[in-house]
């Protein structure tokens, strides 16, 4: 690995430590921001650094830029060839996350007009090991924050201010002893967890919430519902959740780019069924992570393969 961290920060490659921005930046204030996560998984074996679905990511990214008005001077391409020059140079040799950002530059603070101010792009790529500090299957607590309405706020795209509901419900759980929340829309029915989207099984049928129930439109999500169905021959039900289902049901996991695919066996202090990972949620865990790490040829179109150094 390098002895410096480096960043893409006002078009070029800088020190992380130099790519700072001023304290009267529009996004700082108002989090006039658009955000990606993307997961860089280490294949030993292979020397290589495996980005999962780098295309997909910023494809997302630049539709949170349409809808924050924000103009930045990079393509898809684009953005995919400086992540890779980036975490080159940067020479990490395990996991990482990789964090783009696009947002309101301009330095403005009495100004809610987006279309009236500068936009940039900058980009961070840190190691990055487990998100949930837990063992086995996790315990969530439904939160008593509810997710904002695609009409409060654009909820299928990453944009930072809209962020602030899942900190407040992850904060709120980790305080009370759980690892993650769950947050239900306004009408009562299941959204997502603070990071993630939701899966319940029961009876060996997988069932999620509807993309238009406020969910963001995951691509873990995506992922996870394409291997159900070429490698399980599941299809799942996309339908409205209801709390009290979740407590009944045999098996709950969440999908995430920082969390995977995470099993969970507590609810709000009930058992999903006997408390363990579900043999399906296992299986698709155990898939799942296989073609992350570079190690299913039939899904190496969803992997960006990085060696540390660009050697």
Same mark, same amino acid.
């Given at each position: 690995?390098?002895?410096?961290?480096?960043?893409?920060?006002?078009?070029?490659?800088?020190?992380?430590?130099?790519?700072?921005?001023?304290?009267?930046?529009?996004?700082?204030?108002?989090?006039?921001?658009?955000?990606?996560?993307?997961?860089?998984?280490?294949?030993?074996?292979?020397?290589?650094?495996?980005?999962?679905?780098?295309?997909?990511?910023?494809?997302?990214?630049?539709?949170?830029?349409?809808?924050?008005?924000?103009?930045?001077?990079?393509?898809?391409?684009?953005?995919?060839?400086?992540?890779?020059?980036?975490?080159?140079?940067?020479?990490?040799?395990?996991?990482?996350?990789?964090?783009?950002?696009?947002?309101?530059?301009?330095?403005?603070?009495?100004?809610?007009?987006?279309?009236?101010?500068?936009?940039?792009?900058?980009?961070?790529?840190?190691?990055?090991?487990?998100?949930?500090?837990?063992?086995?299957? &996790?315990?969530?607590?439904?939160?008593?924050?509810?997710? #904002? %309405?695609?009409?409060?706020?654009? =909820? @299928? !795209?990453?944009?930072? /201010?809209?962020?602030?509901?899942?900190?407040?419900?992850?904060?709120?759980?980790?305080?009370?002893?759980?690892?993650?929340?769950?947050?239900?829309?306004?009408?009562?029915?299941?959204?997502?967890?603070?990071?993630?989207?939701?899966?319940?099984?029961?009876?060996?049928?997988?069932?999620?919430?509807?993309?238009?129930?406020?969910?963001?439109?995951?691509?873990?999500?995506?992922?996870?519902?394409?291997?159900?169905?070429?490698?399980?021959?599941?299809?799942?039900?996309?339908?409205?959740?209801?709390?009290?289902?979740?407590?009944?049901?045999?098996?709950?996991?969440?999908?995430?780019?920082?969390?995977?695919?995470?099993?969970?066996?507590?609810?709000?202090?009930?058992?999903?069924?006997?408390?363990?990972?579900?043999?399906?949620?296992?299986?698709?865990?155990? &898939?799942?992570?296989?073609?992350?790490?570079?190690?299913? #040829? %039939?899904?190496?179109?969803?992997? =960006? @393969? !990085?060696?540390?150094? /660009?050697?």
């Amino acid at each position: 690995m390098a002895s410096t961290t480096w960043a893409f920060f006002k078009g070029q490659q800088v020190p992380l430590e130099e790519a700072n921005v001023r304290v009267d930046t529009h996004a700082l204030h108002y989090g006039t921001a658009a955000f990606e996560g993307v997961r860089g998984n280490w294949n030993e074996e292979h020397g290589k650094v495996y980005i999962f679905r780098l295309r997909e990511h910023y494809e997302r990214l630049i539709r949170g830029c349409k809808i924050l008005r924000m103009d930045i001077p990079y393509s898809v391409d684009d953005l995919c060839q400086i992540t890779v020059d980036l975490l080159e140079r940067n020479g990490f040799a395990e996991d990482v996350y990789i964090r783009p950002l696009a947002y309101k530059s301009e330095e403005a603070v009495a100004n809610l007009k987006l279309h009236t101010l500068a936009s940039d792009f900058t980009l961070m790529i840190l190691p990055f090991g487990a998100y949930i500090e837990a063992e086995g299957a &996790i315990k969530c607590q439904t939160s008593s924050w509810r997710r #904002p %309405d695609d009409s409060m706020m654009p =909820t @299928g !795209v990453k944009i930072t /201010g809209l962020y602030t509901t899942s900190i407040l419900a992850k904060t709120e759980a980790v305080m009370a002893g759980f690892d993650e929340a769950i947050l239900l829309n306004h009408d009562g029915s299941v959204s997502e967890g603070s990071g993630e989207n939701l899966f319940m099984i029961n009876n060996g049928e997988i069932h999620t919430p509807f993309e238009t129930a406020n969910a963001l439109l995951g691509i873990t999500r995506d992922s996870v519902m394409t291997l159900a169905k070429k490698e399980l021959g599941i299809d799942i039900v996309q339908r409205r959740i209801n709390r009290s289902e979740l407590y009944l049901a045999d098996e709950v996991f969440l999908t995430g780019t920082a969390a995977h695919l995470t099993p969970v066996g507590r609810i709000d202090n009930r058992d999903i069924g006997d408390g363990s990972t579900g043999p399906l949620t296992q299986q698709l865990q155990d &898939i799942y992570f296989e073609c992350v790490t570079g190690k299913n #040829p %039939d899904y190496m179109d969803w992997c =960006t @393969g !990085v060696t540390p150094g /660009g050697g």
